[in-house]
């Protein structure tokens, strides 16, 4: 199947350890993002790449550190997890313009 | 600025119309698209407009948007129980290097009775 797929869907993990979520999308597309969704639903930009390279980086704590190996993957690693980090983070992908994003189905980090 | 505002809860009867609103303050926003999220899963594409159209039609939706108010619907024709999710209007807000950024409103939670 065609599409952006993150893993894993869920992560619980304690604070002040090191987690990584990956992403991949196999619809060919130049850019890759971030998206952080917090408790109350809303959506906020993290990160942004264009084949292989950092384009946006949206006042993210430098624990956050994204990764892209290939323009057809996009991981992100974050560090000395917080209590504020529990979220749900999508990852995305678009062709390169003004194209819709395509959203992974997200993952739910829980810190404990 | 990036400052995209929706109403929060809407209920409605199956076979009804539902319509959502959202506004959104960035004028030079070329795209305006509106995604559906259902529980426990990610961001569905609905439907998207340029800004130099004032209404789109897709089977049960239609999209209208009135650029001199910055104000974009969504109206669900004949909603079905598979509508129940949370709908949220984005807006492109800067485009560079091949970017497309979005800015999302805070959603609306849609129930449908059925």
């Known amino acids: 199947d065609t599409a952006v797929s993150q893993t894993p869907k869920y992560l619980v993990t304690q604070m002040g350890n090191d987690k990584s979520i990956k992403c991949e999308q196999n619809?060919?597309?130049?850019?890759m993002y971030w998206y952080k969704q917090d408790s109350k639903k809303f959506l906020k930009i993290m990160f942004s790449?264009?084949?292989?390279?950092?384009?946006i980086n949206e006042t993210v704590p430098n624990r956050f550190s994204p990764k892209s190996p290939d323009k057809a993957h996009l991981n992100l690693h974050i560090n000395s997890l917080e209590l504020g980090d529990s979220a749900v983070y999508f990852c995305?992908?678009?062709?390169?313009?003004?194209?819709?994003?395509?959203f992974g189905n997200g993952t739910r980090l829980t810190v404990t | 600025g990036e400052d995209v505002e929706q109403s929060l809860f809407l209920s409605v009867r199956e076979g009804d119309s539902s319509v959502i609103n959202c506004t959104y303050t960035?004028?030079?926003?070329?795209?305006l698209y509106w995604y559906k999220q259902e529980p426990g899963a990610g961001l569905q594409l609905l439907t998207y407009?340029?800004?130099?159209?004032d209404m789109k039609q897709d089977q049960r939706l239609t999209v209208l948007l009135n650029k001199k108010d910055k104000h974009l619907s969504l109206r669900i024709a004949d909603t079905q129980t598979g509508d129940s999710a949370i709908y949220f209007c984005?807006?492109?807000?800067?485009?560079?290097?091949?970017?497309?950024?979005?800015?999302f409103g805070k959603g609306n939670q849609v129930v449908v009775i059925p």
């Open positions: 995305a992908s678009s062709q390169a313009g003004l194209t819709p994003l395509h």
């Open positions: 619809l060919g597309h130049d850019t």
């Open positions: 790449y264009n084949n292989k390279e950092l384009i």
């Open positions: 960035d004028s030079s926003s070329t795209y």
């Open positions: 407009i340029f800004s130099n159209m």
């Open positions: 984005a807006e492109s807000i800067a485009q560079w290097s091949g970017n497309n950024r979005l800015a």
